[in-house]
């Protein structure tokens, strides 16, 4: 079944300490790319990343890292969260050509 | 600047009233405009790509139109499952995806 897979689903952790979510899939995909989701902002693009070895910043990549080692793997990097990244995370992966996106199914992080 | 923007906000249906969902926006070199389905808790869900105006694409109540400065979402005839947030998504001509704020439907039987 093609997937993309997010892990942990929530996560509560403390400011300061660093974290990684994890987003794998299966479809064999060009393009990923990290998004938070805040009420009444939408879907805001972290980073993205066009193939393995490539990555770029989205509108909102302060306070975040990726790295694009192998084509499956985008994991998201927290070194020091803060409050403010408090949100619901999604990771996407698109074939090439950017039609339709394949969401995984969240990870919402709460940071205190 | 690229925006994308959505209208209404929320919208509240009786089943079976149909209604249309707007998406506008305003972006460098459009390559082509998503339509997605999210229900609470969930990542979005795709359901159609328009690439040019005076295109069309119809899937069960749903149907996409897309101008050069707007698409809309029709629902003929909804029910109370198609209560969700729709998301509208524009792919620039650099690469970039840029997602609008969304619509929330609810449909009451």
């Known amino acids: 079944e093609a997937q993309v897979t997010q892990n942990p689903r929530y996560l509560i952790t403390v400011t300061g300490k660093k974290l990684t979510v994890t987003c794998s899939q299966n479809?064999?995909?060009?393009?990923m790319s990290w998004y938070r989701q805040d009420p009444g902002l939408g879907l805001r693009q972290i980073y993205y990343?066009?193939?393995?070895?490539?990555?770029d910043k989205g509108d909102v990549p302060e306070g975040y890292k990726v790295s694009r080692k192998e084509k499956r793997n985008f994991p998201l990097i927290l070194e020091s969260p803060s409050p403010n990244q408090t949100s619901l995370y999604f990771c996407a992966s698109f074939p090439w050509g950017n039609t339709e996106a394949f969401f995984g199914q969240g990870t919402r992080l709460t940071v205190v | 600047e690229d925006q994308v923007t959505q209208s209404p906000e929320a919208l509240r249906l009786q089943e079976g009233e149909s209604s249309s969902l707007n998406c506008s926006y305003t972006v460098s070199g459009l390559r082509g405009l998503f339509w997605y389905r999210q229900d609470p808790g969930k990542g979005p869900e795709f359901l159609f790509t328009?690439?040019?105006a005076g295109e069309e694409k119809e899937k069960e109540r749903l149907k996409a139109t897309l101008t050069k400065k707007e698409s809309f979402l029709h629902i003929t005839a909804p029910k109370p499952e198609d209560s969700a947030t729709y998301l509208c998504a524009v792919e620039t001509s650099y690469d970039k995806v840029i997602f609008g704020p969304g619509t929330s439907l609810s449909v009451i039987p």
């Open positions: 990343s066009m193939n393995v070895e490539v990555t």
């Open positions: 328009l690439y040019s």
């Open positions: 479809m064999n995909h060009e393009y």
